[in-house]
């Protein structure tokens, strides 16, 4: 922090980078050690590399939406192009290598359907950071994608019987943790943005994205902070689809 961040404050930015590469770590132990993809979601990876494509297309580019201290003229790029690398081996290991141990028949979401919706809501709003119309709204598409790309891994969740390896948890807890890093981030940059053109709609809805993405993730944290501070095993409440889904912290 002292040598690469200048102690500003937008370097939270990079230290949310670095907590989303190790949520993907965690996932690639996972599997390393126990030669299986079972509970890892094949559609939310695909997700976020979607999502790391749009962000790196504008952060590799613009500086508008990296961070300002020093972290920003190539550690927090290259965390995301780290990232890339570990989802894409995440990836070759589901489809290819433990192909086995794939539950597809659980990892059911359709994430088509929800590409369009994020594309059409960058294209009328966005920030205007980079002062471009492409590069500001691939990175207003990367915010949008982000906020769903877990959707499909939560869904696969309720839909599994059974115990859930701690390093999925760890994973899910680990990309919460990120969110509400790049909510305090955005709040504390909002006149910032504001000041150099963008709109308070565009700015809140960034913000509105990280809130939904807690949201999202509000139930499952629950039982996983409870079951990680009473050092237990727990068995989440019944799901619509029959059976019950068990998370081992």
């Known amino acids: 922090w002292k040598s690469y961040s200048s102690r500003s404050f937008s370097s939270i930015l990079t230290c949310s980078s670095l907590v989303q590469l190790g949520g993907f770590l965690l996932l690639t132990i996972k599997v390393r050690a126990t030669k299986s993809v079972a509970g890892i979601s094949s559609k939310t990876l695909e997700m976020y590399l979607i999502f790391f494509m749009c962000r790196l297309g504008s952060t590799l580019n613009k500086k508008g939406y990296v961070p300002s201290d020093k972290t920003g003229k190539g550690v927090y790029q290259t965390l995301d192009i780290i990232s890339v690398f570990v989802v894409l081996q995440l990836l070759y290991c589901i489809h290819k290598t433990h192909k086995a141990t794939y539950q597809k028949e659980q990892d059911t979401m359709s ?43 939560l869904w696969m969740l309720t839909k599994i019987g059974g115990y859930i390896e701690g390093m999925t948890s760890h994973f899910i807890a680990a990309m919460t943790v990120r969110s509400a890093m790049g909510l305090m981030f955005w709040i504390r940059a909002y006149k910032d943005a504001t000041k150099y053109g963008s709109s308070e709609l565009s700015i809140n809805t960034v913000i509105g994205t990280f809130v939904v993405q807690l949201l999202l993730a509000a139930d499952f944290m629950y039982y996983y902070g409870k079951a990680r501070f009473s050092g237990k095993k727990l068995v989440l409440p019944e799901s619509p689809f029959g059976g019950s889904a068990g998370v081992d912290i």
């Open 111 to 153: 994430i088509l359907p929800l590409l369009p919706p994020c594309a059409v809501l960058a294209y009328f709003i966005r920030m205007t950071l980079s002062r471009s119309d492409f590069y500001d709204g691939i990175w207003a598409a990367s915010a949008y994608i982000d906020t769903v790309a877990l959707l499909p891994q």
